[in-house]
Each structure stands twice: as structure tokens, then as C-alpha cells.
């Protein structure tokens, strides 16, 4: 601040990369570069607070024009040159760059200066008439699609006829009075586009550059982007505004990508594109495939050996792999960006063992470079390598797993298909975000490693095969013709290996991964010391399990769901739902009890069902021995177990009609009336089911005694728990626990052993969580159901919501992520930390765990471990994921209070 003055602008020396909320991460790695002495061209950084204001107001702050005017002065002054001046004109880069990186979410436009006189006097200063009129048409072509608005389908088809009536392979092949003839053919769709010639000024180019980036943040893609990558809205982007070098400037000249190690695999090596006569959108948009990066030695030694001099020194420093871009202006190595690079789950868990052992990082801050979410991409099932189908194709593995699905040729149709689809392109655009991530898979036969396709797909975790160069895609007729003459039609089935390359037709079949094989325990050691990836989540996850505080129990109805749970790492089921024991053949009962109109009737049916009980829970707390077992007791929706009301008037109807009544249907209709319910997900379930129909309760509680009674007399270490579902208040509860109590004693005395349970309840209505601290006197645990107290919070109706309004909620930033997905921190884990803190302080010892499917969700798991959980409960599958991010979270938590300290 400078008075009454705020400051938007920054040179690139005044900042590092701790500034990445005011520079975004753009500017702020420019910053630090810049103080490392590393050769990057001189710019300053329009900061996120100037785009916030913009956003904000409509209009960039009235102090912006004139700090850019004062920072683009000494950036002339240091130059030597002007902005667009006729003789040797200086030109600039503008660029997006948010704290997140957004990969061709947001705008960019090089060349801003030229002009019609200036292009001249490029290429006097330049000695290249046809670089300096490519510069020009690239500056339009980018300007005119970007800033104003025009169909960029426009511009490449007057460049697709230049090339045609020049008889040239590529903008390579075209002269200077040819780009002469491109450029006037751009300007004639500007001024036909907007009705006014295209800018001449360069301060309003500049200037309309700014705001055309700022306003980026906004666009459609953008908005998706961040959804799915759950980035936050109100972030803003920072503009960075640096001198132009240029990698078009004849053979010697080019433009490249690299990473200090393989984004797909972790494994050290030289890793990158380059192409040569280009410049940095080149690259990334795939339009034409570059050659690998160990090309660059060959093609430029000198540049090549400073350029791994430095990515050696960046990685160092950063300690991080480091994705760079880079031009090289005749010989001259220029660096132009660096951030801390997207990568694979695989080289994500292989790169954080590698820098532990290379002593760089500490174990703590290795298990904060891997996430849950990219373990469980690691669960995914990959082709069966035993399989012998030749390939229709081989591209680039950009991003690694097995995907199959239809051929598609256009975003929209990926986003609209009912089938698993891969879409197929020449290459993608930032446009094709809602396709790429509609489809299990993405196919281009342009691009390389650092294109677009390959830059976001890594990101998501999405199969993607690039620079398939042998595939001509017919994007009219919507069908690629392999090099074997192979027509593969919109709509077939093909399969793509992101870890090969290769492409099939057809469905291949796949098998669990690796990772799943070694959780079931079904590695040999020799297998294990075989796959590095392997290896890097077996040691992450045994110092995950050192480090979390929380337990992670599992959702397990079935002994073979125990079993599984308990060999991925539980440490106990966390809800084991009864309800899901009496589908099938046992729903009939369930019925009948329900509708039975006399207590003998009730007791003929309960003595049915008690047998089928005890052997349920014989089993679980079998597979389970000597962890905790929590049982809740039935809660179904009544509608659930009785017949449809509709179908059964019906055929009552229609029977009455033929004169054939039977007298059964017609009783059951007459009760199914009285039962029916408008809206059973709030009527007679939970609790009160159990209250209003006698002795369900009291079998249910007597099974599981036996169950636990039976296991004694086996040797087991039986430790049931029984939950009590839905309740709202302290006396529903009171009452349960009477009954339940009565039935432990009883089978005790019976039996002669010692039945020990807990009794607690699932906390999954408002009430019960704002009342929990008269229900806590009396409960020995909560768990709460996050579904249900998300459904009760808000007042959506999870089976109606998601496919109705929800899209347009997330479209228009309501939310960042559905509710039921995430946890609603602000709302529904509000209640959760009421609810946790007046249970305690009523009990100290009571235990608290969360057994709704947030339990399984990484960013749900922080926050469950940040109120003082004692564990979360998700689905088997989900339990290693679960026990790594406790693991994080407990690591992060301690460092958080550091940095506090």
C-alpha cells in the first residue's frame, strides 16, 4: 500500500514463491526464478486483487492504468525498446496465471505491440521478413479468438487455405508475402467480426489483453475446471506481462516443455517436447507433435546443456518435480515459466519415496505429496497383460490406466452419452474440458507428453493416448482410418492403454490392479519388490497408519465384506446395516410382520426370523474377531418392504371388476393404505419403527447376544455395538436402550456368559446433533450419518436432487462439489462440531465416529480428524484411502500448528 493507494503491480524481483495468492503461481515462480539469476526475460505481475476489483465492479481499478504504465516504462527502459514503436519494436506476452495452475483454462496472447508499421520494423531489427509477419498473423489469430470473441474456426481455415493455394504442408512452408496474405485475410475477419479494424495502438492492445485475461476467469471452461478440480471461485487470476523472446525466429530458434522427471511414471530421467521454429502455444495446443526433448541435444547442444543445469537446480531447490517452458531465441536459452508439475498417481507415490530417500523430504512431508483420491485411481482395474491383440494403433502414453468405451468425436458427445466413451480428437482444446471429463478415456494423433490433452488428463487421472500420428481422424464423417486401412466408426467399442500407448478395437478385458492385489495380500514379496509403485504405497501407507490419530472402521454387511475390509486395514465395521439382511426371500417376513394384526402372528413370524439373525451376525463378528462390530439396528423406508401401493390397487381392481376378489390382496391393500406414507425417508423408520412395532427390537438385540454368546463358547473375541438408528431426542433413545439392556441381561443369565456391548445411536437429524449433549448422558457412542443429516440439513432429497437441480447449482458456483460427495463444512459440519462438543462435555469417554459415505471422502476425512473424531466408517474398498488421509490429515494438522507457532 502506498497511501490511500493499493499496489497491483509487481516486478518480477519483488516477489518468490511464497506469493502465490497475490502473484498466482505464475508470477510468483517468475519471481523466483528471476531471484535465482536465472535467464527469464524481464515482465512485471498484475496481481489477483486487481482481477478480483475487476471482477467485482465491472471495470479494472482506476490506479491500474498508470502502475502498468510506470512498469511497462522501466520495462522499455531496461529493453531498450518500445512498446510497438516502427523501428525495433519492443512486444510482450501476456499471460493468465492463477494460485492454481489451470492448464488452458485461461487466456493467452503473444506479440502485443504489433502493428503495421511495427511488423516492419520487426523485421528490419530481426533480419526476417517471415518471422516478423508470422508474429503479426499469430498475434491476430490469438487476439481476434481470445479478446474479441471470434470464432477461432475462422482464422484456421483462412490459414488452411493459404496452405492449400501454396501448395504447403504446414504454416512452416509458408513465405513472408504468403503470411503477408494471411494477415490481411485475418484483418478482413476482424473488421467483418466486429465491425471495427483491428487495434493498431499497442497501449489498447495491451490494455484489452488485460482485461480479456480477466475476465477468463469467468468463461465456462474455467468454471468447469475449477468444479472439478474443487478450486475455489473467488480466487481470481494474476496477469503476468513479460518481453517477448521469440522461438520462431528461424532453425535455430524453437520452443519446449520438459519435467525433471516422467509426470507419467516419477521415474529421473530428461523428459519433454520441443519444437523447433515455434513458439510456447505450439506446443501445449498439440497442433503440430514435437520431437522428444533429448532431440535438443543433438539439434542444440549449448542450450540443451544449460537447460539441464537448470531444471537440476530448480528441482533442487524445489524439491518437487518441476514442469518448465522454455524458448530458445537463436541459441539463447530463455525460461519463461516453472511450477511444481501435475502428475500421475503412480509418480506421485514413486516421487515422493524417491525424495524421501534422497533425504530432500521428510516422511511427513511425503505423505502430503500424495492424496487419496490419486490412491484410489491406483485401485482401478488395468488390461489384462495376459492378452494377445495386436493394436490398431500406437500413440504417446500420457497418462496411464486401462479405459474402453465408444468412440466419440466431440465434447458433446462424450457429455451427452449414456455409454462409457473415449473421445477421440486431432488434439483438444481447453473447449473440450466437459467431453474430457464426461469420457473414461481421451485419444488424439497430434500432441505429445506437455500437450493440452496430456497436461489435463494427468491432472484427473484420465487414460490419455497422444501424437497417434497414424490415425487420420475424419471429424465430418466422424471416423479414424488406422495406417492398416481399419475404419473405426462413431460409436464402436475401442480400448486404450495410457501406460503403453496402444490403442485396440474393441473391448479388452481387464484385472485388479496391482495395488488391490497387494491390499488382498495376494503379492508375492518377489512381486512386490518388482513394482516400484507398489512399493511407494505400501511404505506411504505404514507411515499413514504410524502418524493418523483417527480409526478407520468399514461399512460391512456380510461376513465376506468383513473379510475384505479387514485385510485392506480396518479397524473394525463402523455400521453393519441390518435392513440389508432381509432382502430377498427374508423381505416376505419382514412384511409380515409389519402388517400382522395380532401379537401371535408378530411372535410366529419374529421366532422365523431370529434364526436367520444369528447366523448373520455369527458370521460378521466371525470375520471381525476382536474389533468392533457396530450393528444398527433396522432402518428401512417402510415402503421398502411393503408391496407398491399403485400396483397393488390395481390388481384389487381389477380382480373386483372379473368378480374374482381375493380376500388376502384385499386385506393387504386396506393395511398398505393405512401404512402409506407421502414421504417414507421422514415417516415410520429408524427408532420409531421399532417402537411402534413390538419385539422387532428385542429379536434383533437377542440374535446378536447369541451371536456374541456363540462366538465365546468358539474362542472368539466377539465386540459387538449396537446403534440405535434416527433418532431425535434423548427419550427415544431412553427407551431403546431399556429394552436393549433388558435383552443383554437376559441372555447373559441364560447363556452364564459374560455379554458385553455398547449401546450408542447414529446422529443423523438436526435435533439429535443440537440435543446431543442430553442424549450423550445415556449413549456410550455416536456415529453420525452424514447422508441423512445432509438430506435433513439442506431439505434436498438425495434420490430426486442430483439429477434435477443439482447440475445447475454447480454451474452457477452454488456449490463447488455436491454435499453428498463432500461434507458441507459450513452447515452440516457445523452441526457435527455441536454435536461433538456437547456430547463430550456430557461424556468424556464418549466415542464418536462417522459412518455416512463421507467417511471415505479425502477432503470430508480432514475435517472429521480436525473436530476430534475417534474414526470414520466407509466401504471396504474405500478403507486404504480413508487410512492414508487420516494419516495426512494428523500430519498436515501438526504442521499447520506449527507454522500457527
Request: aromatic share 6%; glycine share 10%; net charge negative.
Amino acid at each position: 500500500m502506498d497511501g490511500a493507494t493499493q499496489r497491483y503491480v509487481f516486478a518480477f524481483h519483488e516477489g518468490d514463491k511464497d506469493h502465490r495468492d497475490l502473484l498466482g503461481g505464475k508470477g510468483a515462480n517468475l519471481a523466483e526464478m528471476t531471484n535465482l539469476g536465472l535467464p527469464v526475460p524481464p515482465g512485471f505481475t498484475i496481481s489477483t486483487d486487481a482481477c478480483r476489483r475487476f471482477l467485482a465492479d465491472g471495470q479494472e481499478p482506476p490506479e491500474l492504468h498508470a502502475q502498468i504504465s510506470g512498469h511497462l516504462a522501466r520495462l522499455e527502459a531496461e529493453r531498450g525498446k518500445r512498446l510497438g514503436a516502427a523501428v525495433d519494436p519492443l512486444l510482450v506476452s501476456v499471460r493468465s496465471g492463477a494460485k492454481f495452475s489451470m492448464p488452458g483454462m485461461m487466456e493467452t496472447i503473444l506479440d502485443i505491440g504489433l502493428g503495421d508499421e511495427s511488423v516492419d520494423g520487426l523485421a528490419a531489427a530481426s533480419g526476417s521478413e517471415r518471422f516478423a509477419w508470422d508474429s503479426y498473423r499469430r498475434l491476430i489469430q490469438m487476439f481476434g479468438s481470445t479478446v474479441l470473441g471470434i470464432d477461432a474456426a475462422r482464422f484456421n481455415d483462412a490459414l488452411e487455405a493459404a496452405e492449400r493455394e501454396h501448395g504447403a504442408t504446414g504454416d512452416l512452408d509458408l513465405d513472408a508475402d504468403a503470411l503477408r496474405g494471411v494477415v490481411a485475410d485475418y484483418k478482413a475477419i476482424v473488421r467483418d467480426a466486429t465491425g471495427r479494424d483491428f487495434p493498431q495502438d499497442p497501449r489498447e492492445q495491451l490494455d484489452m489483453a488485460v482485461r480479456a485475461v480477466f475476465a477468463s476467469w469467468n468463461t465456462e471452461r474455467a468454471r468447469i475446471y475449477r468444479r472439478q478440480e474443487r478450486i475455489p471461485h473467488d480466487l481470481g487470476t494474476a496477469v503476468t506481462v513479460m518481453a517477448m523472446v521469440y522461438g520462431n525466429l528461424g532453425p535455430h530458434s524453437g520452443t519446449g516443455v520438459a519435467f525433471t522427471r516422467d509426470p507419467a511414471t516419477g521415474a529421473p530421467g530428461v523428459y519433454g517436447d520441443y519444437l523447433s521454429e515455434a513458439q510456447g502455444e505450439d506446443v501445449v495446443a498439440g497442433i503440430r507433435t514435437p520431437v522428444p526433448l533429448q532431440e535438443l541435444e543433438r539439434l542444440q547442444p549449448a542450450a540443451f546443456t544449460e537447460l539441464m543445469r537448470i531444471m537440476a537446480l530448480l528441482e533442487g531447490h524445489y524439491r518437487d518435480l518441476c514442469d518448465v517452458e522454455f524458448t530458445i531465441e537463436r541459441g539463447k536459452l530463455w525460461m519463461l515459466q516453472t511450477r511444481v508439475g501435475k502428475r500421475t498417481a503412480a509418480a506421485a507415490f514413486r516421487m515422493a519415496v524417491q525424495f524421501l530417500d534422497d533425504g530432500l523430504i521428510d516422511v511427513k512431508e511425503a505423505l502430503g505429496r500424495v492424496t487419496g483420491e490419486q490412491l484410489a485411481q491406483l485401485m482401478f482395474p488395468q488390461f489384462d497383460p495376459a492378452f494377445e491383440a495386436k493394436p490398431i494403433a500406437t500413440g504417446v502414453p500420457a497418462s496411464p490406466g486401462a479405459a474402453v468405451g465408444v468412440a466419440v468425436f466431440d465434447s458433446e458427445s462424450a457429455a451427452r452419452s449414456d455409454l462409457k466413451s473415449i473421445l477421440v480428437r486431432r488434439e483438444t482444446s481447453p473447449d473440450d474440458l466437459p467431453g474430457i471429463i464426461a469420457a473414461e478415456g481421451v485419444l488424439t494423433s497430434r500432441g505429445g507428453k506437455t500437450s493440452h490433452a496430456a497436461v489435463v488428463a494427468r491432472g484427473m487421472g484420465k487414460t490419455c493416448v497422444v501424437g497417434a500420428d497414424a490415425l487420420e481422424i475424419d471429424l465430418e464423417h466422424r471416423h479414424f482410418t488406422t495406417a492398416d486401412g481399419v475404419i473405426v466408426r462413431e460409436g464402436d467399442t475401442i480400448s486404450i492403454d495410457g501406460t503403453t500407448g496402444r490403442v485396440y478395437s474393441g473391448m479388452i478385458d481387464v484385472v485388479p490392479s496391482p495395488v488391490v492385489e497387494f491390499f488382498e495380500g495376494r503379492l508375492s514379496d518377489d512381486e512386490r519388490q518388482r513394482d516400484p509403485v507398489v512399493q511407494a504405497v505400501s511404505r506411504l501407507m505404514i507411515a499413514a497408519d504410524e502418524h493418523r490419530r483417527l480409526g478407520v472402521h468399514a461399512n460391512a454387511d456380510t461376513p465376506a465384506d468383513a473379510k475384505r475390509a479387514r485385510r485392506f486395514g480396518a479397524d473394525g465395521i463402523g455400521l453393519c446395516r441390518t435392513e440389508h439382511m432381509f432382502l430377498g426371500e427374508r423381505r416376505r417376513r419382514v412384511e409380515e410382520l409389519i402388517l400382522a394384526e395380532s401379537e401371535a402372528e408378530q411372535d410366529k413370524v419374529l421366532a422365523e426370523l431370529l434364526p436367520m439373525q444369528l447366523g448373520d451376525f455369527v458370521g460378521v463378528l466371525a470375520a471381525m474377531d476382536g474389533l468392533p462390530v457396530t450393528i444398527r439396528l433396522i432402518d428401512p423406508p417402510l415402503h421398502e418392504f411393503l408391496p407398491d401401493l399403485t400396483e397393488l390397487s390395481v390388481k384389487v381392481a381389477l380382480a373386483e371388476a372379473r368378480g374374482e376378489v381375493d380376500e388376502g390382496d384385499a386385506r393387504l391393500l386396506k393395511a398398505v393404505r393405512r401404512l402409506h406414507e407421502q414421504n417414507p425417508m421422514l415417516g415410520l423408520r429408524g427408532v420409531r419403527l421399532g417402537l411402534v412395532v413390538p419385539g422387532l427390537v428385542a429379536m434383533q438385540v437377542r440374535a446378536i447376544a447369541e451371536a456374541a454368546a456363540a462366538r465365546i463358547r468358539a474362542g472368539g473375541d466377539p465386540r459387538p455395538e449396537i446403534m440405535v438408528p434416527l433418532i431425535g431426542g434423548a427419550e427415544e433413545f431412553e427407551l431403546m436402550r431399556e429394552e436393549i439392556r433388558r435383552v443383554l441381561d437376559d441372555v447373559a443369565n441364560t447363556s452364564g456368559l459374560s455379554i458385553r456391548a455398547a449401546i450408542g445411536t447414529m446422529i443423523e437429524l438436526p435435533r439429535a446433533a443440537l440435543t446431543a449433549g442430553r442424549i450423550a448422558g445415556h449413549a456410550e457412542f455416536f456415529s453420525f450419518g452424514t447422508n441423512d443429516l445432509t438430506q435433513t440439513t439442506w431439505g434436498f432429497s438425495r434420490d430426486d436432487v442430483e439429477g434435477s437441480f443439482f447440475p445447475a447449482y454447480l454451474e452457477q458456483g452454488i456449490f463447488t462439489v455436491s454435499p453428498f460427495e463432500s461434507l458441507d463444512e459450513e452447515g452440516v459440519g457445523r452441526l457435527v462440531s455441536i454435536a461433538v462438543e456437547e456430547g463430550r462435555a456430557a461424556r468424556r469417554d464418549l466415542v464418536i465416529g462417522v459412518c455416512g459415505e463421507h467417511g471415505g471422502d479425502p477432503s470430508s476425512v480432514r475435517f472429521f480428524d480436525r473436530v476430534g473424531l475417534d474414526y470414520v466408517s466407509c466401504s471396504p474398498f474405500r478403507v486404504p484411502v480413508a487410512r492414508l488421509e487420516a494419516g495426512r490429515a494428523a500430519v498436515l494438522q501438526k504442521s499447520d500448528e506449527t507454522d500457527t507457532r
